[in-house]
């Protein structure tokens, strides 16, 4: 068979084509984690909200960059970002040479759109358990309409942050064709896994289909408000939590292990019995670090 000039030119080019991607994953997970001063920094930015600002007293933005090991350049997602809490913090701190999607499933259009969302930002999206005739007037805006919103907010003060994407689907299949496998370096899912229980998700799949898109040393972050031992999922729709052994377990089925634990969000006098501890104080709740071997 004879190979024309033409085909080994296209092939050498393929390959030179995938050697530089190899490369520019390789340099992007090398690449040195975001220190500490840094993050402190691009908190302490006086463009950010203030209803921001409150999120962080509960949240913990610093320990949990840090914790995460946020590197610049990278491929991240934020599955069910919401109002986009986590997503632009993902963006100031990826910087402009990475890319953010933030990503929502589809509103059902018969169903009235989510009560206003708890202080802690990303908690409870899209949960519409009955259909009304309108909205309520301080109702959330769609999460794509909300990212939008903040990215132009960076834009206009010339903040040096990752472009955001904004993505509407589903939690079983949440990345677009653009993302294919192995491109993802990074997935977090903050304080929602609980509710994939009572909005009926299908959770293995979307754990599956998390740990295709991510590249080989990728990592899955999940916090969560921590339920009792042997509740399981069960209080996802009560009491807002999740037994961290049960997502433990349902995380790993997938292919992951677990890579580090989180604790400055612990809080060992939270009896877990309540959707808010009595006497009021902060609930108990854990962060997982996970890897795609």
């Known amino acids: ?94 910087g402009p040479t990475g890319t953010v999607y933030g990503q929502s499933r589809p509103r059902n259009p018969n169903q009235s759109p989510t009560p206003p969302a708890a202080p802690e930002g990303n908690s409870h999206p899209n949960v519409t358990p009955t259909a009304a005739p309108a909205a309520p007037p301080n109702a959330p805006r769609p999460s794509p309409v909300a990212l939008a919103d903040r990215e132009e907010k960076m834009r206009t003060a010339g903040i040096p942050a990752a472009p955001i994407t904004a993505i509407s ?10 993302l294919s496998p192995d491109r993802i370096d990074l997935v977090t899912l903050m304080f929602n896994y609980h509710d994939l229980g009572h909005l009926g998700v299908d959770r293995t799949a979307m754990n599956q289909a998390v740990f295709r898109g991510l590249k080989s040393g990728g990592l899955y972050v999940i916090a969560d408000h921590s339920g009792r031992p042997g509740t399981g999922i069960s209080e996802a729709g009560t009491l807002h939590r999740i037994e961290e052994a049960f997502l433990r377990r349902e995380v790993e089925a997938a292919g992951f292990r677990v890579l580090a634990e989180g604790n400055f969000l612990r809080n060992p006098n939270d009896p877990r019995d309540k959707n808010t501890p009595d006497p009021p104080q902060p609930k108990d709740e854990f962060v997982l670090k996970f890897v795609k071997p």
């Open 1 to 94: 068979m004879k190979i024309k000039r033409k085909d080994v030119l296209v092939g050498i080019a393929v390959c030179a084509g995938l050697l530089l991607g190899v490369r520019t994953a390789t340099a992007q997970q090398n690449a040195p984690v975001i220190p500490a001063e840094k993050i402190a920094e691009i908190l302490a930015s006086p463009d950010r909200s203030a209803a921001d600002r409150t999120n962080d007293r509960r949240r913990k933005p610093e320990q949990m960059l840090g914790f995460i090991g946020i590197r610049p350049g990278i491929v991240a997602v934020d599955l069910s970002a919401a109002g986009g809490y986590t997503t632009e913090l993902l963006a100031r701190t990826i």
């Open 169 to 178: 689907r589903p939690f079983e299949d949440p990345f677009p064709p653009e």
